[in-house]
């Protein structure tokens, strides 16, 4: 019985890393601009169309620096075209701004790329690996491509978390988005820190799609894992980078634990006709946690003096 | 390890020659200044003040001169005394916070030539009235900020007077130093240090290197006091407790004396530098309590619970565990687990970890506060003194402390209770007179020695302590004969937290009325908790609500009384509650802190009227003296609440 | 009372007219800041006084007129470049970095003088490093001046209102400024607090030399500190000229009463 739930924690966990990577681009922006990124999971598409796409006509590196630079390019004209404008605006006007934007990027991305499902081929080994043999027969199951991609996004996620936690960086992006008309009065280069912010954003998108791109197939639904990034970001806090790290992880491995152990119970007792609850179990546990601590694990509490 | 004195070391600079020979690198001031802590060895101080002296007498400052020091704790006001002395002239250290017409007197009566101040602030004040000082010819600044365009014929930074003592070093001037510093002795004048009087103008109370130095010496001995201490200074320097603590005995011993930043980062600094020993009048000891009680109310359930668990503990079984008394073995171990949790980190916040030995002095404190501290495991004793003493009259030596007493004569102090109650005390502290008021001074001082103190006192035949009642002036009779000691019931009264000040009527009346000021701090935050809405301290002051919970406090008050034969009639029957807080500005108090009964009695006469005619209310209106010396009225009307005494127990006892 | 002060032109404002839409703030006002004084602009509510304000910091762009800061003339200007330029500005209604402490704010003024560029400074490796402590002298300085060493490290939003401006006008004083803009620095302060800030504001001009436009609603304050004043109303220039003059002037009056001409 340990065995197939221990295998089923890995795997979660695994997962949750990727869950980490995608929520710390929301996070990151919200930081820096005080806004939700509405489009940052129609960024994680856009990058991997490019990447698939472009891996079709030249080698994967020469596509991988050519999707960075297209991410670059596009931060720039997201600050130039849209943020420069709206600076000094309510978060709303803001979030409604980053609407249009991911609207605009899908429609964008398909009539550039192509609707089809496309595929990127990273190279990774698929033969699935067995670990701790001598402990469970017939070992622990675990699927290669998603250690490697894991593995991957942990190492993104962890010098992302030391460059912004460490460095004053964390600071100086927490007064950008406290109050534009200090940072601006103060010299603050507001523009250039979003557009920073916006490219870091950006790239994490790309080495998200990548990773996602690879496991399911560069699709449209890969959009829509942005909106798992949305439980790991109530339960980790909108601001908190070690919160988005923690509550990925902890969904990850929430999630698929609830199918293997929860969703047999639930059955039975309901007499219910099938699974599924990997689907909705976040956005169970996120409500919960918006009930008894709404700012997360590590979000900031609100202070302020009436 | 206290440092006993050769008679060759009689004078503080003939102390800080031997300090900067043997104390040469050991820390002797700190002060906080733009964020950073700066220190100063005693052989630089040493330094520092041979410059200073010789500069202030190259302004002409000559031997039997007096030099006015004005400003809070900085180390270059403290090594002016002593350059000040170093040339035979006397410091005449005075309060910061005075107004320019207290200053104006002081500074005429004393015949003061230079002034020593800390900043603009206390320029601006002499400036004010520089006209009517025609002795004072050099006011020195220690602050340069925003004196930058003012006429400098009369006025000069600190640093300039020591270039000019150090230009004349590469001469005589280090010989001339040695020399001029041996030709003090003992029975030289020290100091004068003018008391905020009661009644009357400030008297200047001159005292002696002898005074001073032996005092200082005797009670480093008594406490054990060595060059390891650490003390904050921020009591103010005209005050005879700080000349004590922050210049006597340091020299005396060679600790170390750490000036704050500003006066509103003293406890941080204090937390800061750790000090070993501290001294504080009892409001301090309270102040400090009632903000740790107050931030409790406010955390977690689970923190007060766990607090208030380990503080009841502490109120059984610390004072005993302080005391060295048998304790068991398991209470004792709880108390240890209490010290981790709660008492440690709490000793910790009020800077207090380090804290070996703290006095307090100057009123008489709450049993239940001292109680407090002592169970927390901080060695608090009381001490009695006065300026006429040098401080020292009588001290709790250690084992022997209980919360109502002031303690046993320290060494070499003799003193005795007059037929009046009025107690007397002899010992080399005793002043040598007050300045050019020779009658006051035969008023004070017996032919034989012996010291008026001017208080009402008894010593308790169990312990060997002294116990003060009141001024001795004060106390007085109802017109039924029962004694009546106000200020014995105003203590009683100002032990609660919600009552800051009280001040008792009742010689040659009927019966005992009280006026009462609350606590801004405790009975703001009281009232906060229980959804009382307030716009003002009068509005609070006059709430219904806070009449009834003072109401109970005074039935308490009333309630011990009656169990004392003596007082029992002199309960008390009705109060008011003040619609401002006695404020020194005003005149209603001293600076420190002691109150003006005659003259609140005048000031306040339409509500005294209004006490004892049996009114329920009464309309006053006052003058006040805003901050900037405006003045405005404040008017209001008083409520007056009746409280029935209580019989006293022998009474019920017939009845029943 | 003060007299005008002789000195150049600071900043000189020429024909300047803002509007939003169909509201027009600022119409054709033009006026000049002296070095060394103290400009005060009143006005009734509503009057264009911080768009004023708000068109010299480069907030807004005017539609119209032109702005000669320091001899250089331009018809846009943005924030950044008013900062560069040496003006500093407080706001009506504080605007400080909530999250830091009252140091970090202090200190985030510092941001344009540090001589490592910004990138290096958000790094805050090597080089920064030691300029840091230069800059925290200074900080220190100015913290030891507006006498709020003992909330140094308090965060900002937990602060009273007066202290919280007082914060904020460290944080201004910390960029050395040319031009100060205070907009109604006394606003909602006790009267010791705004003696306290008058002193702070006079010390500033009479001590260190800072050009400063202030507006304010306090009459009192306003005669007592400023060297000229500027009078808006609905947006036009009504009066301009020492307090004296300005408060005797019929259509100062008139539009405080609310008289409409």
Known sequence: MLGPVLETLIGGLLTGVLYSLVALGFVLIFKASGVFNFAQGTMVLFAALSLARLSEFMPLFAALALSIAIMIALAYAIEFLVLRHLINQDSIILFMATLGIAYFLEGFGQSVWGSDIYSINLGFPTNPIFVLESIFPGGLLIDPTELIAATICAVMVLVLAVFFQVTRVGRALRAVADDHQAAQSVGIPLGQIWLMVWAVAGLVALVAGM???????????????????????????????????????????????????????????????????????????????????????????????? | ?????????????????????????????????????????????????????????????????????????????????????????????????????????ILDHAEVTIAVVEDQEQVDKILSISDRLPR???????EPRGLRDYDHTRLKWIDE????????????????????????????????LYTSGTTGQPKGVMLTFDNLVVSAVNANRFDSLGPDEEVIAYLPL??????????????????????????????????????????????????LLTLTMVRMEDASRLKRAAFNYFIALARRCGEKILNGEKVPLHTRLMYRLGDLLVYGPLRNRLGVSRVRLAYTAGEAIGPEIFRFWRSLGVNLKQLYGQTEASVYVTAQPDGEIYADTVGKPNIDVDIKVAESGEVLFKSPGVFAGYYKEPEKTAETKTPDGWVRTGDAGIIDAKTGHLKIIDRAKDVGRLNDGTLFAPKYIENKLKFYPNIREAVAFGDKRDFVCVMLNIDLTAVGSWAERNNIAYGSYQELAAHPAVYDMLAEHVEEVNRSLAEEPAMAGAQVRRFLILHKELDPDDGEITRTQKVRRRFIAERYAPLLAALYGGAGEADIATEVTFEDGRKGVLSARVKIRDVTPIPAPSVLDKAA | MRAPTAGEVLLSVDDVSLAFGGVRAVTGVSFDIRKGEIRAIIGPNGAGKTSMLNVINGFYQPQRGRITFKGQTRSRMR?????????????????????????????????????????????????????????????????????????????VGKLPYGLQKRVELGRALAMEPDLLLLDEPMAGMNLEEKEDMCRYILDLNEHFGTTIALIEHDMGVVMDLSNRVLVLDHGVKIADGTPAQVQADRAVVDAYLGVSH
């Open chain 1, 211 to 306: 990773m996602w791109g690879a496991k399911l197939g560069v699709q449209f639904s890969i959009s829509l894992v942005a909106l798992k990034a949305l439980p790991v970001l109530i339960l980790g806090g909108f601001t908190s980078i070690p919160g988005a790290i923690v509550g990925g992880l902890i969904i990850g491995a929430a999630e698929k634990l609830s199918e293997v152990l929860l969703a047999p119970i639930l059955i039975r007792t309901f007499d219910l006709a099938g699974g599924g609850i990997e689907n909705w179990f976040a956005y169970v546990l996120a409500l919960l946690f918006l009930l008894i601590r709404p700012q997360g694990l590590f979000g900031e509490r609100i202070i302020e003096r009436i």
């Open chain 2, 1 to 105: 390890m206290a440092l006993a004195t050769s008679t060759a070391e009689d004078t503080f600079p003939k102390l800080l020659i031997r300090n900067a020979r043997i104390f040469a690198q050991r820390t002797a001031y700190r002060h906080k200044d733009l964020g950073i802590w700066r220190k100063w060895t005693w052989s630089q101080v040493h330094e520092e003040v041979r410059a200073l002296a010789l500069g202030l007498a190259a302004l002409g400052l000559k031997r039997g001169d007096k030099l006015a020091i004005i400003g809070s704790n900085r180390p270059r006001l403290y090594w002016s005394m002593c350059a000040a002395q170093a040339l035979g002239a006397v410091p005449v250290p005075m309060y910061a916070d005075s107004v320019a017409e207290e200053m104006a007197y």
């Open chain 2, 136 to 142: 004072l010819s050099q006011v020195i600044y220690d």
């Open chain 2, 161 to 192: 007077a020591q270039k000019l003592g150090r230009e004349r070093l590469s001469g005589d001037g280090k010989a001339w130093w040695e020399a001029s510093v041996a030709q003090g002795k003992g029975s030289d004048l020290a100091v004068i």
């Open chain 2, 238 to 287: 005209a005050w005879v407790g700080d000349h004590m603590f922050s210049y006597a005995q340091p020299f005396a011993a060679g600790f170390c004396v750490n000036c704050p930043e500003s006066p509103e980062t003293v406890a941080e600094n204090r937390r800061e530098i750790g000090t070993t020993y501290a001294f504080a009048p009892p409001r301090i000891y309270e102040n």
């Open chain 3, 79 to 155: 924030p950044y470049e008013a900062a560069i330029g040496g003006i500093a500005r407080t706001f009506q209604n504080v605007a400080l970095f909530k999250g830091m402490t009252a140091l970090d704010n202090i200190m985030a003024g510092r941001t344009l003088k540090m001589r490592r560029g910004f990138f290096w400074q958000i790094v805050r490796m090597g080089p920064a490093l030691s300029e840091e402590m230069e800059h925290r002298l200074l900080v220190e300085e100015i913290i030891d001046f507006l006498k709020i060493q003992h909330i140094r490290k308090t965060p």
